[in-house]
């Protein structure tokens, strides 16, 4: 039984949507995992019959962040419920501006995000597992996978008779394009639907050859890289055309086009490696693209494949490695760590990072640079969590500082809730209103002028200092910290 905190909302609120015959529009994110997730989405209102009233955006301006060209798409549709998926729930801004046009929707991610569930408005339901796990609720899972689970969950409320393993292949490919653990009750259970399905979808069966089938190897070096070489050279059109498009005649065309387009990236690719140079700072490598700007290649092509180089030279060298790149506006970077390790709770609260926590992007001022590599000099050393956050610490024991916290709590805008960049010493000597919800307990205090609330999942006494992070999103919120 997977469990997420909102699936039962998320799901109702889907079925009412169908119900009531409302337009529907379904975002992916601009990678295999959200490609996937897209795909779910796109065969699940196939199979209830509600194709008519259902647009998918087409890809068209590469990023990992919801694309604001989408509310417009919506709007001149007159799209009434969205559905964004392995992205979003760090797009607080935009989900607002559908909002206010009387948008309602559901966000599917699994990406680190800042916010918690009750700072969305209200119309708008999220399941994340990154935040579900602040609840104790842990999911393994890549984006198409939440919506598996979702939208098979929807069919079988519905009635509707279909081959879950038909929806299962979706979900393995993109666990595995997305580096997610399968060592899970979850990942088995994928597997054994994949092996009894009665069907393959059309467009991942065009990229299966005789010999092959829906394995590790398939998914993580047949399918997903070639994939993810058009969204690098930012081919779209071949990927509306196969994926969201209705089938066409031109469908293997189509895939042999793609397949010389990732042999083409790989040739490209390794002459990159074979002429960039890196420097070791600390146990992480660094690598700059720059120097390859305006050569024979697209700038577009060196920007868009700091990943992929970062990828190749942390598993050639066994160590992590951060590629970066001028993308004309800032320093555009990439990190990778061969071993899977957490980096992105270290990173996150000292510049603008999000992803995965041993593969992610990340952007910063040209003016931060130097900074930036002592940055990355330090969290080569073990001691990076004291070095970096412990250290950062207001003391307000003599009063609370409202307008110094908002700003602090501005400052945090990119931090994972986990590693946030300040922290706040607050003596607590009166406790205005305490109660407790499932595991957390709350409190809330006054300075005489202004309330203010925070949550523990340990019991708080007064008189006594706590630690508190401040996150801003509507109103400023804090969370009790225990060493």
Not at 47 to 58: A, E, G, H, Q, T
Not at 177 to 202: G, Q
Not at 350 to 355: D, E, N, Q, R, W
Request: hydrophobic letters at 40%; proline letters at 3%; charged letters at 25%.
């Amino acid at each position: 039984m997977i469990y997420f905190r909102n699936q039962a909302d998320v799901i109702n609120s889907l079925r009412k949507a169908i119900k009531d015959g409302l337009n529907i529009a379904v975002y992916g994110d601009y990678d295999v995992d959200g490609l996937f997730s897209l795909m779910v989405f796109k065969d699940m209102f196939r199979f209830i019959r509600y194709r008519k009233k259902v647009y998918l955006y087409p890809y068209s301006n590469r990023t990992h962040k919801l694309d604001s060209n989408f509310l417009n798409f919506c709007l001149s549709r007159n799209v009434n419920f969205v559905v964004i998926c392995d992205t979003g729930s760090n797009d607080m801004d935009l989900l607002l501006k559908f909002s206010a046009y009387g948008i309602k929707g559901v966000v599917l991610d699994h990406h680190v995000s800042i916010f918690d569930y009750n700072d969305f408005p209200e119309s708008f339901l999220v399941i994340n597992t990154r935040i579900d796990e602040r609840f104790k609720i842990e999911n393994k899972m890549c984006g198409a996978a939440i919506s598996f689970v979702v939208a098979t969950e929807l069919l079988k409320q519905e009635n509707v008779v279909f081959d879950i393993g038909y929806f299962a292949t979706y979900a393995l490919i993109a666990m595995y394009a997305d580096s997610i653990v399968m060592h899970t009750d979850f990942a088995r259970y994928l597997h054994e639907l994949v092996e009894k399905r009665n069907d393959t979808p059309l467009c991942i069966d065009y990229f299966l050859e005789d010999y092959f089938s829906i394995t590790r190897r398939f998914a993580e070096y047949i399918i997903s890289p070639k994939i993810n070489a058009v969204f690098r050279r930012e081919q779209f059109s071949l990927i509306n055309r196969l994926f969201i498009d209705d089938e066409s005649n031109d469908s293997f065309m189509l895939v042999n086009q793609i397949k010389e387009l990732h042999e083409s990236t790989i040739s490209i690719v390794n002459t990159l490696l074979q002429k960039i140079s890196y420097e070791d700072l600390n146990g992480i490598l660094l690598a700059n693209l720059s120097l390859f700007l305006n050569s024979e290649y697209p700038n577009n092509f060196i920007v868009n494949h700091k990943g992929r180089i970062a990828n190749a030279i942390a598993s050639k060298e066994g160590k992590p490695c951060i590629c970066v790149c001028d993308t004309g506006k800032d320093i555009g970077g990439s990190f990778r760590d061969p071993q899977g390790r957490d980096y992105l709770q270290y990173f996150s609260p000292l510049i603008k990072a999000g992803g995965h926590p041993p593969a992610f992007g990340f952007s910063l001022p040209y003016v931060e640079w130097e900074r930036f590599k002592n940055i990355v000099k330090d969290i080569g050393k073990e001691n990076v969590k004291n070095t970096y956050v412990n250290h950062k610490l207001v003391d307000m024991s003599f009063g609370f500082d409202i307008l110094l916290a908002k700003q602090i709590a501005l400052e945090n805008e990119f931090a994972s809730s986990e590693f946030p960049t300040i922290y706040l010493k607050v003596k607590l000597n009166k406790i205005v209103e305490s109660f407790k919800y499932n595991k957390f307990s709350y409190l809330i205090w006054s300075d005489g002028i202004s309330s203010y609330w925070a949550n523990s999942d340990r019991k708080i006494y007064t008189p006594g200092f706590i630690i508190l992070y401040p996150y801003l999103q509507k109103n400023l919120k804090l969370s009790v910290v225990w060493d």
